[in-house]
């Protein structure tokens, strides 16, 4: 039994209130008698050596106790508490996150739920309607709805099976769909059976008939919770790895850290760690290619107590050194300043073409326009300088401004990171208003119109620098080659990840792909699948989502009449968020309301209604008392 | 002839009838001052004889025994009992205690006692008590002053306080000879023993019914009341559980004890009377067992 509202047992302080009343003696029913003489006797004798009234049992006072206790055990809303469920439509959702895979349920936490989601797959009523969410990397609908609990059961066989992802959850995520799949709360449950670990973003108000069953003891783990390789940009053939440890539980732990490269080691020493520390331990690289791996093996705890590290998923990490391919770029009508900036890079790969030279598509990374564009905006990747009248990315007002001068910029954004424009000097300038779905990363003053705009559709990714670069001192400037390469790097496909391509377990990969272009997937486990990239969504790359597996995949990208394009990346936890396991004892929800953990579905049966009946089913036996009391006593 | 009963709402006419074949029996000879029925401690002209003595001169020839002369040759002259009449002092608390649950046994009772009383040929006389004398009625002689006496009892308000020792002494001072018949509660605090020890020392004769309401000898249990003393407005709220009902009769028994105990010593008839004994039931059963009241022949 449990009380739904214990606030209400206050009123239980209106017990002592009664006995006190009791006892303060109110005056009876008068009665004129012929002397008192005899009774104040006798009450004297009886009164003689007790210095207080007597506790007399009363019907009366016995009753109203009653009353008192049943109304405020009302209040307190009291409940049957009983396993199972009473829905007909339910929906399971499983937390498949990677502190799921914590060593200390049987043997992880995911089987325990999973045995949990089973046992209230058999206290669910007959006939009822399950469905099975598992709330990983993405939220799945595992099950649709059915009424065959063996397929239910199938399913999480198939997800004991995968194990968890190693990546974060959104149990946000997962509880809208399921809140969506249950409809009205009235006419189905959810069951949501998780640790509640690391848990930050605003749970959705339910509206009732959720449970909450909770997995997990422990919180000691020791995780590598960064592993990447950090290149300066200036320093081409210098490199770092940084490994950071932390230790995201309660108590001290320690472990033994080993970096390799290639199988080869690195760095292998003790770390020690007090509780909430963590260790940064940073290598120089000088391999231009190859794998880092880097593993934790729990050692026993500083102090002399056992070797402790419940989730395995954070104790290796993997970073790929990928060979330095160049950039390619496509020149269309650039101007020999444009031309000698780029070819100072030796990163970049040019194939300059006259202003007429544009047949329509081409292989390169990135296409530079300057001075000309297509009547309509090409697939792929662009960049766009001085666009003339008449093209699809800019509309001329006819309007020319005089020596305006940058008035805002974007610092945070990375094609103008690092860069100052606010002393850069121009002449006269056209106004323009942009099109499509540009938005202005760098503004003249006033009514200037923009300097700079990016775009990012679906189809094709794009940077316009407005005037004509000659009408400016910005070739003559340090920032004008700086911005040239910012902007190819925000254009290229894969450009953000830098040489290593490290990714955190979920973390999309994009390939250079056209649609059509089949992709061979070997995932760390060995397996080894086929897929074809769609054209629905390809902006000259391919978004490679499935990322979960912990380790090394390599994507093949074969494409008739071209060379196979082979990519290598490395996927690990490295999420200091989901390496800290504290399971909770209770989810927030929107006003003030909670999910506690639960160790099953439990069945609320309230009954609190009974209870207010045979209060007042008392009452009117204490009233109907004090009636007949008072009867007699006339 | 006989004369009719008195009309009266007190006592029931059927009751009356009955009454008239007692008599209050008195043990001993009574000490009367006039002629009566009685047969008493006095000889004089009476018809029952008694004894004989030394004729002295001046006594009445009439009684000259004139077979003892003619035998013995000396004169002896012939003693009879003078029968004389009876005085009975009905005296009745009419304090308000008895107002509670047994005025009118009260009034019943002493009408039924005077009524006989005046039946028997005795002189009556009612007093009232409260703090002190309050109403005297008598002395009254014969049947046809019984209307008189149950009028005056019909007439007694049971109000005020008791002051017993007080009003006893008044009526002692009234009642010299006789017998008092003293119907009260006995619920004062004081004078209860010193009101018998002034009858006692009067040498009169005196029944004492000790007259209590059946919620007095016996109240209910489990009751919470607040109780008002009817003399003083005195209020005592408690509630009427075992012990305190058990601690009320151990004082009722003190109270009746210390009574009994009185009226032995002093040679009384103590009687304890409950309100709701039917008055006949209580003079035919109760009275007549103690001797009180005996049957005519």
């Not at chain 1, 082979?566 to 396991?581: G, H, K, W």
């Not at chain 2, 006039?34 to 006594?59: I, L, M, N, P």
Request: with cysteine; hydrophobic share 45%.
């Amino acid at each position: 039994m449990e009380l739904l509202q214990p606030l209400g047992l206050v009123a239980l302080v209106t017990l002592p209130a009664i006995v006190a009343l009791y006892f303060l003696r109110q005056r009876q029913q008068p009665r004129r008698v012929g002397s008192l003489m005899l009774w104040a006797k006798a009450r004297q004798q009886i009164l003689r050596g007790r210095p207080w009234e007597r506790f007399r049992p009363s019907w009366l006072l016995l009753l109203q106790l009653l009353v008192a206790a049943a109304i405020a055990a009302t209040l307190a809303r009291p409940a049957c508490v009983a396993e199972g469920v009473e829905s007909e439509r339910l929906v399971i959702v499983l937390d498949a996150s990677a502190s799921m895979g914590a060593l200390d349920g049987a043997p992880r936490r995911l089987d325990v739920a999973i045995e949990r989601a089973e046992a209230t797959l058999e206290t669910a009523p007959e006939g009822s309607e399950v469905a099975l969410l598992s709330a990983g990397r993405l939220t799945r609908v595992v099950e649709p709805f059915t009424t065959d609990r063996g397929k239910v059961r199938q399913a999480l066989a198939a997800l004991r099976e995968r194990g968890p992802d190693a990546t974060a959850a959104s149990l946000k995520e997962a509880l809208l769909l399921a809140m969506q799949l249950r409809g009205d709360p009235q006419e189905g449950r959810i069951v949501l059976i998780s640790d509640g670990a690391n848990l930050t973003e605003r749970l959705p108000a339910t509206g009732g008939n959720t449970d909450f069953i909770g997995v997990g003891e422990g919180d000691a783990n020791l995780g590598i919770v960064t592993f990447e390789l950090r290149r300066a940009p200036s320093q081409r053939f210098s490199a770092a790895v940084v490994t950071v440890v932390a230790n995201t539980g309660s108590a001290p732990l320690a472990a033994h850290l080993r970096v390799e490269l290639d199988g080869a080691p690195l760095e292998a020493h003790r770390v020690e760690l007090a509780p909430g520390a963590t260790r940064t331990v940073t290598l120089p690289v000088t391999a231009d290619q190859g794998v880092l791996h880097a593993t934790l093996e729990a050692l026993p705890a500083p102090g002399g107590g056992e070797a402790r590290d419940l989730l395995p998923l954070d104790d290796e990490a993997w970073a790929v050194i990928a060979p330095d391919r160049p950039l390619r770029v496509l020149t269309v009508g650039a101007n020999p300043l444009t031309l000698r900036a780029l070819q100072a890079n030796p990163r970049l790969e040019i194939e300059p073409r006259p202003a007429d030279g544009w047949t329509g598509s081409s292989d390169a990374d990135v296409v530079l326009f300057e001075g000309t564009f297509p009547a309509t905006i090409p697939q792929g990747r662009f960049l766009a300088i001085a666009p003339p009248p008449g093209n699809p990315l800019l509309d001329y007002s006819g309007e020319e401004v005089q020596a305006p001068r940058i008035a805002s910029w974007d610092r945070g954004h990375p094609i103008l990171y690092g860069l100052e424009l606010g002393d850069l000097r121009f002449g006269a300038v056209p106004r323009v208003v942009p099109q499509n779905a540009f938005s202005p990363l760098a503004e003249f003053q006033g009514q200037g119109g923009p300097f700079l705009l990016a775009a990012r559709t679906p189809g094709w990714r794009g940077v316009v620098i407005t005037p004509p670069l000659l009408a400016s001192d910005l070739p003559l400037r340090v920032a004008f080659p700086v911005l040239l390469y910012n902007a190819l790097g925000w254009l290229s496909p894969g450009g953000e990840q830098g040489a290593a391509l490290t990714l955190k377990a979920g973390e999309p990969l994009t390939l250079p792909a056209l649609p059509g272009d089949q992709v061979q997937i070997k995932r760390p486990s060995g397996e080894v699948e086929r897929a074809e990239v769609q054209t629905a969504g390809s902006d000259g790359a391919w978004l490679f989502t499935d990322t979960r597996q912990l380790g090394l995949t390599t994507l093949t990208r074969s494409r008739p009449g071209s060379e196979d394009l082979t990519l290598t990346f490395a996927s690990s936890l490295v999420d200091r968020e989901e390496s800290s396991i504290l399971p909770v004892a209770a989810l927030e929800l929107p006003g003030g309301g909670e999910l506690r953990a639960q160790d099953r579905v439990a069945r609320v049966e309230p009954f609190d209604a009974p209870l207010l009946a045979g209060a007042l089913l008392l009452l009117g036996l204490e009233w109907a008392l004090f009636l007949y009391r008072q009867r007699r006593q006339a | 002839m006989t004369q009719p009963e008195p009309a009266t709402s007190l006592l029931e006419p059927d009751f009356l009838r009955m009454l008239e074949r007692l008599t209050l029996q008195l043990q001993g000879r009574i000490r009367g001052t006039r002629q009566g029925e009685r047969r008493s401690t006095r000889r004089g002209t009476g018809v029952e004889f008694e004894d004989h003595r030394a004729y002295a001169v001046g006594d009445d020839l009439r009684h000259l025994d004139w077979h003892l002369m003619a035998r013995l040759d000396a004169l002896f002259v012939r003693l009879f009992q003078e029968p004389q009449e009876h005085e009975i002092h009905l005296v009745l608390d009419a304090s308000a205690s008895m107002g509670c649950g047994k005025g009118r046994f009260a009034q019943q009772l002493a009408g039924a006692l005077a009524y006989v009383a005046l039946c028997a040929g005795d002189r009556v006389g009612i007093y009232a008590l409260r703090d002190r004398l309050d109403g005297v009625v008598g002395p009254l002689r014969g049947k046809q002053a019984a209307p008189r006496a149950l009028d005056f009892l019909e007439r007694v308000a049971f109000a005020g306080e008791t002051d017993l020792e007080r009003a006893v002494r008044e009526v002692a001072a009234t009642a010299k000879r006789g017998t008092v018949v003293l119907i009260s509660d006995f619920l004062t605090p004081a004078g209860r023993v010193e009101a018998l020890r002034t009858l006692a020392a009067r040498r009169l004769r005196v029944i004492v019914l000790h007259t209590l309401a059946p919620e007095e000898r016996s109240p209910r249990l489990g009751e919470e009341v607040t109780l008002i003393d009817a003399e003083s407005g005195e209020e005592l709220t408690l509630t009427i559980d075992k012990a305190s009902l058990a601690a009320y009769h151990a004082q009722l028994n003190l109270l009746t004890a210390e009574l009994a105990q009185a009226c032995k010593g002093y040679g009384f008839t103590f009687i304890p009377v409950t309100s709701s004994t039917p008055v006949a039931e209580l003079i035919l059963g109760d009275l007549r067992r103690a001797g009180a009241v005996a049957t005519l022949h």
